[in-house]
């Protein structure tokens, strides 16, 4: 119920002691204006681990291989594994029923690439239909690599967007045909990647197509795979790392590499990553809420401090009330309501002032690691939540304080 009288003296106590109210509410704002920024900041960073993640597919994973650094069976270190299609039809033979998306890569970085005197250097890369969805790429014309592609090894093409724009200034390029090595290609398809213009720069062509053309035989740059969906996070990430080390065991064992060398055969598990990244803004989201809570909590023991003043200079206020029948607990709410007053406005103060930083500047911050840094109304919400708590710890004990002072007591006070 409204109580005018009650805050009629609320307004008289801030008055008497503005200064020491507005030094006390300072510091409560800026502990919650700190805990807003820190915590809007922490959003950021997901947002921008989450976003590099969502280049590829979200549970990819890649293996491809390097040189030995351990000796084993008879063998020097230093020798170079190479991967093979033996190795991917092993791979997929082995987990069919576990895969989703598969390919064998093979890669050729600088490769001179020309349409109609327009000339380019980029990286040519021979895939399977699949590789599509493990880059999670989009077609925008065209169409992507077929088996028919691969069975017939024919010279056809999917170019980046970048690629197009060069060669092509916009002009329509699907059923061109372009030079790749002084081989001529027919342009199929045109796609776009969430990566961005690097990962644009590239053209695709059938992985069959590309080991004849490059003389590669049946090497192979790398193995994709990615796993068929699981209802939870926890089983996706073990069953990826069930896979991960089961197929590095096996190509180990197929390239007599020892299991303890780290360096012969390399598996890079996305889920694995992003467990380890989410896990990792889990500790600073911590540690923010850790950071911004000691900073209202300095705030409220300057709350309660100016709240035992208070009491001390109303001492004989309080022994008047007590001697004319008010009982304790009504001491108590006259001290708490002053106490989460200051608290809460001084606290909305910092909680408006960072919510309108980061909606105005939040859009401008781009980086690799922080994207549109923000604050959900969620935290908003707990933010105001701290705010009635802590203003109810900081006049508590002082009120206790003033509600045990005998009235007889509190009338000698000078």
């Known amino acids: 119920m409204f109580n005018l009288e009650r805050w009629q003296e609320i307004f008289e106590t801030i008055r008497k002691n503005k200064l020491r109210t507005f030094l006390t509410g300072l510091s409560v704002a800026s502990g919650i204006f700190i805990l807003v920024i820190l915590l809007a900041i922490g959003q950021g960073m997901q947002n921008g681990i989450s976003s590099e993640f969502e280049n590829d597919a979200a549970n990819r994973i890649q293996v491809w291989a390097n040189v030995t650094s351990e000796e084993y069976k008879g063998m020097n270190p230093g020798r170079r594994i190479q991967l093979d299609n033996q190795d ?16 064998g890569v093979f890669s050729n970085w600088g490769v001179l690439t020309s349409y109609n005197g327009e000339t380019g250097s980029y990286r040519v890369e021979g895939v399977r239909g699949d590789y599509q969805f493990l880059e999670n790429e989009s077609i925008v014309a065209g169409r992507y690599i077929n088996q028919s592609d691969l069975d017939g090894y024919e010279k056809v093409t999917i170019l980046g967007n970048r690629v197009y724009q060069d060669l092509f200034k916009g002009k ?38 590309a080991q004849r053309v490059f003389n590669a035989g049946n090497n192979l740059r790398s193995l994709v795979f990615t796993l068929k969906p699981e209802d939870k996070f926890e089983d996706a990430v073990a069953a990826s790392e069930a896979f991960s080390n089961q197929l590095e065991s096996d ?16 598996v890079n598990n996305s889920l694995e990553n992003a467990k380890r990244f989410y896990d990792l803004m889990d500790m600073i989201r911590y540690f923010f809420w850790g ?33 004319i029948g008010a009982q304790p607990l009504s001491i108590i709410g006259m ?23 980061i909606e105005f500047v939040g859009p401008l911050i781009e980086t690799n690691f922080i994207s549109n840094p923000s604050v959900d109304f969620g935290v908003a919400i707990t933010t105001v939540i701290i705010l009635v708590i ?22 000698r006070d000078e």
């Open 291 to 323: 950071v911004g809570i000691c900073t209202i909590i300095a705030g409220v023991v300057g709350v309660s401090n100016i709240m035992l003043i208070i009491v001390k200079e109303r001492t004989k206020e309080i022994g008047i009330r007590k001697a």
């Open 251 to 266: 190509l180990k064992t197929r390239h007599t590499v020892a299991p303890t060398d780290e360096r012969a055969i390399n």
């Open 335 to 357: 001290i708490l309501h002053e106490s989460v007053f200051v608290t809460a406005i001084a606290g909305f103060i910092g909680l408006i002032s960072g919510l309108l930083l």
């Open 390 to 411: 802590a203003g109810a710890i900081a006049g508590f004990f002082p009120a206790y304080r003033a509600s045990i002072i005998k009235p007889i007591v509190a009338l």
């Open 172 to 209: 329509n390029a699907i059923g061109e045909y372009i030079s790749i090595t002084g081989i001529k290609f027919k342009v199929v398809g045109i796609y776009t990647d969430p990566g961005g213009e690097r990962e644009e720069t590239r053209m695709f062509i059938p992985l069959t197509t």
């Open 88 to 103: 991917y039809e092993l791979a997929e033979a082995k987990n069919s029923d576990k895969l989703e998306y598969k390919s």
